[in-house]
């Protein structure tokens, strides 16, 4: 298969350079071995490359353990980019930025900091957290204590009030 920028239509040695850039795009850690030496062979390569590293030790080690929900909610509101009504506005979806709170924008950190809605909830869940910076710092717990991460259950709540 070819890949063609619209604007190099019609240029010599375009479809041989397309062709050369799709085989080194696939060639990745791939030797030219004559086995590997094709598309087809480099792509098998390639794949077989990605499923012997996610067997490996400590793959995923980074991901966090977050429910789905958690971790959706709390990216709507860090990137400003979720159900909160300064957004949609922003995108033509709704007609008023205002939050239900009476605040005149409603924005991801309004909602998670200061929204009067969720006082209740943000008190006993985030403890005192007012800053994006002050939730991203890692809340150490002793060795084999399995208590229940209190900022995810916080960001759990607001994904189901959304």
């Not at 709170?101 to 006993?124: A, K, M, W, Y």
Request: aromatic share 10%.
């Amino acid at each position: 298969m070819c890949y063609h920028i619209r604007g190099h239509l019609g240029l010599d040695g375009n479809t041989i350079a397309d062709k050369l850039a799709e085989l080194h795009s696939h060639l990745g850690a791939v030797s030219l071995h004559p086995r590997t030496a094709t598309c087809e062979g480099i792509k098998a390569a390639s794949r077989a490359i990605r499923a012997k590293s996610r067997t490996q030790a400590g793959f995923g080690s980074r991901r966090t353990d977050w429910h789905r929900h958690a971790l959706s909610a709390y990216t709507w509101y860090r990137t400003e980019r979720g159900p909160q009504k300064a957004w949609l506005h922003q995108i033509r979806k709704t007609d008023n930025p205002a939050c239900p709170c009476g605040h005149p924008r409603q924005t991801g950190e309004h909602i998670v900091f200061q929204c009067s809605r969720h006082n209740l909830n943000r008190d006993r869940l985030l403890r005192g957290k007012r800053t994006w910076e002050d939730l991203d710092k890692p809340d150490w717990r002793k060795e084999g204590d399995d208590s229940y991460d209190a900022i995810e259950s916080f960001f759990d709540y607001l994904y189901f009030e959304s």
